[in-house]
């Protein structure tokens, strides 16, 4: 087996322990793998979104910057940069590596997903309801992307819209709840 296959094989397992998420496995396979492939980006990579699933942003950064320092111009790297940024309050920062992204990686409804709150955060809602429905239309029975769709949509004051939607999702009961929240930009949906 090759470098390039065995390196594949690698990741489609990191992949895979994640999706199932067993995010011990994940790391110790990324750790495992990065004492033979020393200088593969993708594995830099694979690392830093285990660690910000683990909520470790130091650690992710740490990682990241090594990825990057291979392969800057990584579609992957840009999107967990922004990530990073986002989750750090670095909106502007943000925008800019979440906007790269998604030139490298277009059609992304993670990156485009993002983004919006990227957007939002920084005020501009107009954008960030765009991009989210872009994220929505890429991605419609993904389940994050709705719950932020239907929650952006009650900000805006659409709430046959977002009752709609949650329905949709199975939550409708979440729609009341939302009713009595004081909405605004400054609030994070996805949390």
């Known amino acids: ?3 390039e296959s065995s390196l594949d094989t690698i990741i489609q397992s990191i992949e ?3 999706w199932n998420n067993r995010y011990d496995q994940a790391k110790n ?6 004492k033979i492939h020393t200088d593969d980006y993708q594995l830099y990579e694979e690392l830093a979104d285990i660690y910000l699933f683990e909520w470790d942003l130091k650690k992710a950064s740490e990682v990241l910057a090594i990825a990057r320092e291979i392969h800057p111009e990584s579609g992957t790297g840009m999107y967990l940069a922004g990530y990073i ?3 750090s309050g670095k909106f502007d920062e943000a ?3 979440l906007t790269i992204a998604n030139q490298n990686l277009p059609n992304n409804s993670e990156i485009l997903r993002n983004l919006w709150w990227a957007h939002v955060m920084s005020g501009a809602e107009a954008k ?3 991009l989210l429905r872009r994220a929505h239309s890429l991605a419609p029975e993904d389940v994050m992307i709705m719950n932020d769709l239907a929650v952006a ?3 805006l ?3 046959v819209e977002a009752r709609e939607i949650l329905k949709t999702i199975g939550q409708e009961e979440m729609f009341d709840t939302l009713k009595q929240i004081p909405l605004s930009h400054s609030d994070n949906p996805s949390s």
């Open 95 to 97: 925008i800019r590596e």
């Open 128 to 130: 960030g309801i765009l």
């Open 29 to 34: 396979l990324a750790l495992e793998s990065l």
């Open 85 to 87: 940024a986002t989750a």
């Open 16 to 18: 895979q322990f994640k």
């Open 1 to 3: 087996m090759n470098t």
């Open 157 to 159: 004051g659409q709430e």
């Open 153 to 155: 949509l009650m900000t």
